[in-house]
Structures are given as C-alpha cells and as structure tokens.
C-alpha cells in the first residue's frame, strides 16, 4: 500500500444472521453439526441481512471524509470495520496510522453535549 493513502477498503461486505427466535440460533447450531454426517442440503434458521456488499474506496493522508446515508445504510457497519471492532464478511481493509472510533453509540457519548462537544471531550480523553 503507498504511503499516501490512510485507509484502503477493497470490496468489503458484511452480512448479518437474523434469526426469527433465539432457539433458532441453538437449532441451527445443532443442525450443522448433524448435517457433517448427513451430507445433505443445509437447512438455514435464519435469514441473512448485507448491511454492505462490494464497497471499495481509499483516502489518502491529509483528506476529510464524510460517510452519510439513511439509517440503516451501513454506515456505522463500515466504521466498526475500517476501526476493526467488527469482522469483515468478505473483503480487507488497510490502514496506515493509528485508528480511532470518536463516537462509537454508548461509549462516551454525552445527549446533553452537540456533536461537536462530544467530538471534542472524546478527543481530549484519547
């Protein structure tokens, strides 16, 4: 990776198992264990959810970006990827330098400060 570029994301995406009730998790897990000696189709208890799929770009040192869309677009999904909090489905990213999540939801964060206060109380505890 050149050294001009901070972050590289190639083809990342992240799906997620939504399981309708919580014995389905124990169900599936059974069932994958049996299903080793019975060599048939795999039966799903779940249904899969891609909070992102393909998504590939670079910034390079000394940029600004900002990630914005509706909720539930991902966006926070691509932020705990690129920190490393959370695993990749298919896909890696790159970083040169030292990763910081300032506004991870719960850890930190003041509802009665703006986002800008937050950012900096965040900031000056790092």
């Known amino acids: 990776m050149s050294s001009d570029i901070a972050i590289k994301v190639e083809n990342i995406s992240k799906c997620f198992s939504i399981y309708q009730k919580p014995q389905d998790r124990l169900k599936q897990a059974v069932y994958n264990q049996f299903q080793r000696f019975l060599k048939n189709q795999s039966k799903q208890y779940y249904r899969e959810f891609w909070a992102l799929k393909d998504v590939t ?13 509706r909720n539930g677009s991902g966006k926070s999904t691509l932020l705990q990827i690129i920190c490393g909090t959370l695993n990749p489905t298919s896909g890696r990213v790159h970083t040169n330098g030292r990763i910081a999540a300032l506004l991870e939801l ?13 950012i900096f109380l965040y900031g000056t505890v790092l």
């Open 57 to 69: 770009f670079e910034v390079n040192k000394g940029e600004t970006v900002g990630i914005i869309g």
């Open 106 to 118: 719960g850890s930190g964060f003041n509802p009665e400060f703006t986002g800008h206060e937050n």
